[in-house]
């Protein structure tokens, strides 16, 4: 059975920072391209942040050069390191990890989620 677990999020004023965590189970996880996406009241979810499974990364626009990605497949792990904090960050982070097989097979898993607070 797969699980995604996130954690770290919490209440942070305007430019502070937060770590989260993405810990994966029942998957080869070092294969998975792995994201976190966010969902904000009454928005749809929307892309942050990903690192494929050669270490390549992406970001949204609204998150360049505050939010960085990283991984660490020994511990089946992937980390959202968030800093200059924004009201406007705040929302539920998922955790996305999807891996497609070369005959089009697609393995798509999220996590619950972790609130993110940016308040003062």
């Known amino acids: 059975q797969v699980h995604l677990v996130e954690s770290g999020g919490g209440l942070v004023q305007p430019g502070g920072s937060l770590r989260l965590s993405c810990a994966a189970s029942?998957?080869?996880?070092?294969?998975?391209?792995v994201g976190w996406y966010r969902q904000a009241p009454g928005k749809h979810r929307e892309f942050v942040h990903s690192?494929?499974?050669?270490?390549?990364?992406k970001s949204a626009d609204s998150v360049k050069g505050r939010f960085s990605i990283s991984r660490d497949n020994a511990k089946n792990t992937v980390y959202l390191q968030m800093d200059s904090l924004k009201r406007e960050d705040t929302a539920v982070y998922y955790c996305?990890?999807?891996?497609?097989?070369?005959?089009?097979?697609?393995?798509?898993?999220w996590g619950q989620g972790t609130q993110v607070t940016v308040s003062s």
């Open positions: 690192i494929s499974s050669g270490g390549g990364t």
């Open positions: 996305n990890a999807v891996y497609s097989t070369s005959r089009g097979e697609k393995y798509d898993y």
């Open positions: 029942g998957i080869i996880f070092s294969i998975y391209t």
